[in-house]
């Protein structure tokens, strides 16, 4: 059964601070990983994807890959009382489904 | 931007009833899905259609459950008979490309709820 976890959270940031979500999948053939960002009572909303190991950077987002150790983690730098939601990790599964793992409820502290 | 758009927003309906959920993918997107979220848990996959068949289903995905694109437009989540395990959010999701390099775009949901 291929898996995606991730801390269920709340992890707690101060406005300004950098916020760290991580990531962990089991089928080490995943080629592609993607965050979401999910408002209570909304549909998940892509936030950025990435391929290669390394880091990606889409303004205040940065996504980091490493293959070797099967992670995925998505930085916000200059957290915002906004972006304050559930951040869903998903991987491509096969036929382009995705595997969802449960996400992390992200608190930015004004 | 383009969206993809879920109606109704919330059902309500008994146990043992037939619910049809519907969906408008966007217009040039090939690949269409349904995933359901029962409340505070992960988004779980039920079943992918392309080229006016299903390409792929999990085990939720029973015979209670169909798909449907019936005009070229819609895109339908039929559930015969509903359970009160039923209760979840449905999304639909669309993608235009054949590569795995593209993202979903997912409609805003419906919140079904069975009694």
């Known amino acids: 059964q291929k898996e995606v976890e991730q801390n269920s959270g709340p992890l707690s940031v101060p406005e300004g601070a950098i916020a760290s979500l991580n990531c962990t999948y089991s089928?080490?053939?995943?080629?592609?990983f993607f965050w979401y960002r999910q408002y209570s009572g909304k549909s998940p909303e892509l936030i950025m994807s990435i391929y290669s190991n390394g880091d990606k950077e889409d303004g205040r987002f940065t996504a980091q890959l490493n293959k070797a150790s099967q992670y995925v983690s998505l930085l916000i730098r200059d957290s915002q009382p906004s972006d304050s939601a559930t951040y869903l990790c998903a991987v491509i599964g096969g036929t382009y489904k995705y595997i969802f793992g449960t996400g992390t409820r992200l608190k930015v502290l004004a | 931007e383009p969206e993809v758009t879920q109606t109704p927003s919330h059902q309500v309906t008994q146990m043992g009833q037939e619910v049809i959920l519907r969906c408008v993918p966007i217009s040039n997107h090939l690949y269409f899905y349904w995933y359901r979220q029962i409340l505070g848990q992960k988004v779980e996959f039920l079943v992918s259609f392309y080229n006016n068949e299903i390409s792929e289903k999990s085990e939720i995905f029973d015979d209670q459950f169909s798909v449907e694109r019936p005009d070229g437009s819609n895109f339908t989540l039929k559930i015969r008979s509903t359970k009160l395990e039923d209760s979840a959010m449905y999304f639909c999701?669309?993608?235009?490309?054949?590569?795995?390099?593209?993202?979903?775009?997912f409609g805003s949901g419906t919140r079904l709820t069975v009694v």
């Open positions: 089928d080490r053939g995943s080629q592609s």
């Open positions: 999701a669309s993608k235009d490309g054949g590569s795995t390099n593209y993202g979903y775009t």
